[in-house]
């Protein structure tokens, strides 16, 4: 064990003991909640992937074997330790093997550069990585252990196959092969760190956020307890990377904490993400909008039926009224509206309606759960309390808060209070029945001409568009206005929208057209980041290398007036 990054707790310690006093989080370490699973169900199935299924039993005794292995590496309580791997088996059991040893693991989906890797181990003190020896393209494990010569606190990267380990690395097959019978498992803190999320945010480097045990098996594993209203251990199709903010609720949430099964795909494609759905009828599907308006669009060319989960939960990216409706019908399920980041925040929409409810500004985010993250509507310079029915900043605080930003404590005083409330940058607000309504964020503009434009306003007036598939709408330099609104679509049948249809739909629904956007880019999928949302930077490098998606002059709005 080294001296790691320094997580504080910026909760107070009395707050994280009365919810763990009053149940609302198990007070238990995720390997120890996992074992009890394993013991009441040894032979249920854990994981379905590509290999096949792996029952609770067969996953704990590889635990075991690769914590023995990490343990004898040096590998102990508190020590960060880097996870780069795809959606299968080997990411569940490198989670639940540092679960055991107290160490904290820090995972970050495949496709991410190499750059951003050594940012990412770099400020977390990372003292080891786990990472595949080649995954399509990428080669991760020869990558990051060409980084360590600059990462001194990194002293062991390992390399999990298919693939001979590249020389310098310790094979994953060798730490497997220990006999895991000595090990005995740590018993870390419930309110230490078990784990870092990574957030692209908005900073120019990735936000890491550190969550603790009961944080994570308690206020995330609430969450999902509200989506099953029999009580029984879920089966979970996860579109998204494990080692995404939204995949922290695999391991720790469906399976330590609910005894459940993970369905996991390497990669997603809407034709695997369908037929995992014949094949394993899951439960519940976790996913991005996205993801969704690619299979609706599979489904609309094939005219198939799929089995029907209890229910498609969406989060990730603002979801419209037209992909709810279609997925509901289409999934004969109730779509839930997930509000919810790495930060800290969540809230979302429930089972009680088929097709979420809706505002004049688009999806509504749901009634907060205090079990999860009690939230409220702040003053973003006082941080006062605001009435119901007055927008302002969504603030959270509750038992999924995480401790606090990892290596940053600047992030850590821009976006949590004094009392630990985590500022969300988001704004909206509670109406009279207590129901968050979400309407755009602090900082997620265009702005044009010195006027703001709202991205998320346009993409939800142009989502109801006939021959809108889906659509992306970002900010592209110019030296004139500073920045302009283009729309990225991907278009609804083998004709694609003009940029005039699309702004005579914005001006028939009444949007000014000042917020119309002025250029078009026709895509015939959405491009998607490593963490499976839509790659807004890819969209914005391809409009500014494509003269030909440029409006037209006579296409532009004018200028906006200063008031």
């Not at 880097?82 to 490198?94: D, K, M, S, T």
């Not at 592209?476 to 005579?504: H, I, N, Q, S, Y």
């Amino acid at each position: 064990m080294t001296d790691g990054p320094a997580l504080k707790d910026l909760l107070p310690a009395g707050l994280r003991r009365s919810w763990a006093a009053d149940g609302s989080c198990p007070d238990l370490d995720l390997y120890s909640l996992f074992r009890a699973r394993r013991i009441a169900e040894p032979h249920a199935p854990a994981v379905l992937d590509a290999k096949g299924t792996l029952c609770y039993t067969a996953l704990d005794r590889k635990v075991r074997c690769l914590a023995a292995g990490l343990r004898d590496l040096g590998i102990g309580p508190g020590d960060v330790v880097g996870v780069q791997l795809p959606n299968h088996r080997n990411a569940v059991i490198a989670d639940l093997a540092l679960a055991a040893l107290g160490a904290v693991a820090l995972p970050f989906p495949v496709g991410r550069g190499v750059l951003e890797a050594e940012c990412l181990l770099r400020r977390a003190r990372a003292v080891a990585v786990i990472a595949s020896v080649r995954h399509r393209d990428f080669h991760h494990a020869a990558d990051l252990l060409a980084l360590a010569r600059s990462l001194p606190d990194l002293r062991h990267v390992v390399a999990v196959g298919p693939g001979a380990a590249p020389e310098g690395t310790t094979a994953w097959s060798a730490l497997m092969r220990g006999d895991a019978r000595d090990f005995a498992p740590a018993r870390p803190d419930p309110d230490g760190a078990a784990r870092i999320l990574v957030s692209s945010g908005s900073e120019a480097e990735p936000k890491m956020i550190a969550y603790s045990h009961n944080a994570l098996a308690g206020g995330r594993g609430n969450f999902l307890a509200s989506l099953i209203p029999d009580r029984t251990p879920p089966r979970c199709l996860f579109l998204v990377p494990l080692a995404s903010a939204f995949g922290s609720n695999g391991t720790a949430v469906t399976l330590a904490r609910h005894g459940g099964t993970l369905v996991l795909l390497d990669g997603f494609t809407p034709e695997a993400a369908l037929a995992a759905l014949r094949e394993h009828r899951p439960t519940h599907v976790l996913g991005v909008p996205t993801m969704v308006r690619m299979m609706l669009e599979h489904l609309d060319t094939t005219g198939e039926r799929v089995p029907a989960p209890t229910a498609l939960v969406l989060g990730g990216a603002p979801l419209d009224e037209t992909t709810a409706a279609a997925a509901s019908a289409a999934f004969g399920c109730p779509v839930v509206n997930l509000y919810g980041s790495a930060d800290g925040v969540n809230c979302h929409t429930g089972l009680a309606h088929a097709v979420p409810p809706t505002d004049g500004t688009g999806v509504v985010a749901g009634r907060p759960d205090p079990r999860v993250t009690e939230i409220r509507i702040a003053d973003p310079d006082s941080h006062r309390a605001l009435a119901d029915g007055t927008i302002g900043e969504i603030v959270s605080r509750g038992p999924m808060s995480p401790l606090c930003y990892v290596g940053a404590p600047e992030l850590d005083a821009r976006y949590r209070t004094p009392d630990g409330w985590v500022r969300t940058g988001d704004l909206g607000y509670l109406d009279a029945d207590g129901v968050l309504h979400v309407v755009g964020r602090l900082k997620d503009i265009v702005i044009r001409g010195g006027a703001n434009i709202s991205p998320a306003e346009v993409e939800r007036g142009l989502a109801s568009h006939p021959q809108v598939r889906d659509v992306v709408c970002v900010g592209v330099p110019d030296p004139l206005m500073g920045e302009r609104l283009a729309a990225c679509v991907v278009p609804r049948g083998e004709r694609a929208p003009t940029l005039e249809a699309l702004g005579g739909h914005l001006a028939a629904g009444g949007m000014e057209r000042r917020k119309h956007p002025e250029r078009l880019l026709v895509v015939a999928r959405m491009p998607l980041t490593p963490a499976g949302k839509p790659d807004r930077a890819a969209l914005r490098e391809r409009l500014t290398a494509a003269p030909g998606a440029q409006g037209a002059p006579g296409d532009r709005p004018p200028l906006a007036q200063a008031g």
